[in-house]
């Protein structure tokens, strides 16, 4: 009865490993089976993700033309065109595309430079501006260049109460002291008309402490006539082409510089910026 009994009781635990391994080795199974499945699965759902950004870079504006051409993306209530069916339908022959007539373009009042692109599908800008950037070349004023051998018009007329002098000195009464001078300071009335001495352009409208108003005069080879103690409301401007004899302005009572000479119009001419006697170029 022993023996029987031992024997019994190993063929039965023998019975019960050999359940239990074989139960470890199914759940095992399961286990490296459902793996697989998962990571199948991401794949394809990777795969199906990719098919869909590249068929919407491929075609950003396809044309579908029922519910059966669009595909719906997980996690997106947008219908995209679907690319696994993009070929004629087995109850429909293919189409060929059709020519529309053509059509001459209509003048839209746009400026010329602009290039108007027909294909919609394809492009990404429909209007294109050509137009080159406008550059206005401003010409040369137009006169009578001064030369030198005719005269120029007194700008006012009256006496001269400090003359030309810059190879010695003389003495100027308001400052009181013996300076050279550049210029000539014609004696005249507040109001007096003061004219341009010869054809030109003005170059120069400007307000100093010292000279006052004054007026700056080119008028070609280098020569410029300068004119000082003006009033107020000049009459020209910078870029302003004038003729000899045209009213610039009017004398206005003098400067603190120049008080003691009374009312006056300082007078200057150079030429290449160098001071000339304007005794000798005056009538």
């Not at 679907?82 to 429909?92: L, M, T, V, Y």
């Amino acid at each position: 009865m022993n023996k029987k009994s031992s024997r019994g009781f190993y063929i039965a635990l023998y019975s019960c490993i050999a359940a239990i391994l074989i139960t470890a080795v199914a759940i095992t199974y399961n286990s490296i089976s459902s793996l697989q499945r998962s990571e199948s699965e991401s794949h394809a759902e990777m795969d199906l993700s990719n098919m869909v950004e590249t068929s919407l870079r491929i075609t950003p504006s396809a044309i579908v033309d029922s519910q059966d051409d669009m595909v719906m993306v997980d996690g997106s209530d947008v219908a995209f065109p679907n690319i696994f069916n993009r070929g004629p339908r087995e109850s429909e022959p293919p189409t060929e595309p059709q020519q529309g007539p053509a059509v001459e373009p209509e003048d839209s009042g746009q400026e010329s430079g602009e290039a108007f692109v027909e294909d919609e599908e394809t492009a990404f800008v429909s209007n294109i501006i050509t137009t080159e950037p406008v550059v206005e070349i401003l010409a040369d004023p137009v006169f009578s260049v001064f030369n030198g051998d005719a005269d120029m018009t007194w700008p006012v007329e009256g006496t001269i109460v400090m003359d030309f002098s810059i190879d010695r000195v003389i003495y100027d009464v308001t400052l009181e002291q013996f300076r050279t001078n550049d210029s000539i300071s014609i004696a005249a009335t507040p109001g007096t008309q003061v004219r341009a001495a010869a054809d030109g352009v003005v170059v120069s409208v400007r307000n100093t402490r010292i000279e006052g108003n004054t007026v700056v005069i080119e008028h070609g080879n280098g020569w410029h006539t300068t004119y000082s103690q003006l009033q107020d409301g000049i009459l020209v401007a910078e870029g302003d082409v004038v003729v000899a004899g045209q009213i610039i302005g009017g004398v206005s009572n003098p400067s603190a510089h120049s008080s003691l000479l009374g009312s006056h119009l300082n007078f200057r001419v150079t030429r290449d910026e160098s001071p000339v006697n304007p005794m000798l170029v005056l009538r």
